[in-house]
């Protein structure tokens, strides 16, 4: 019943900006951690920023200082401003909680995320 729906991403250039956002609907997220999460191609999927219901963050030190992730419980909604993009910041991202939803059938909930691509 839950969806995460995430939305902002596109084509950048080395050292641009973009901002994401998720929607949630179908939960109250409002006592969860929330994180945004990004897997890059033939990768694992990795944690690169979290929030908690007070505001605590905490970043992945390969973004740390250039990304700042957000949350408006009100709007059920989680942000994340990437600024100062490298190409290693290629990747689909997606929010989730932190730790990951967790279904019935015992598997983690992911969105369709949003691709971010960042090239010349």
């Known amino acids: 019943q839950l969806q995460l729906v995430e939305s902002g991403g596109g084509l950048v250039q080395p050292g641009g900006s973009l901002r994401l956002s998720c929607a949630a609907s179908?939960?109250?997220?409002?006592?969860?951690?929330m994180g945004w999460y990004r897997q890059a191609p033939g990768k694992q999927r990795e944690l690169v920023a979290t929030i908690t219901r007070v505001g605590i963050t905490n970043y992945a030190d390969s973004v740390k200082g250039r990304f700042t992730i957000s949350r408006d419980n009100a709007k059920k909604s989680v942000y994340l401003q990437m600024n100062s993009l490298k190409t290693e910041d290629t990747a689909v991202y997606y929010c989730?909680?932190?730790?990951?939803?967790?279904?019935?059938?015992?598997?983690?909930?992911w969105g369709q995320g949003t691709r971010v691509t960042v090239s010349s």
């Open positions: 989730n909680t932190e730790p990951p939803w967790r279904t019935f059938g015992g598997t983690d909930y």
């Open positions: 179908g939960r109250d997220l409002s006592i969860n951690a």
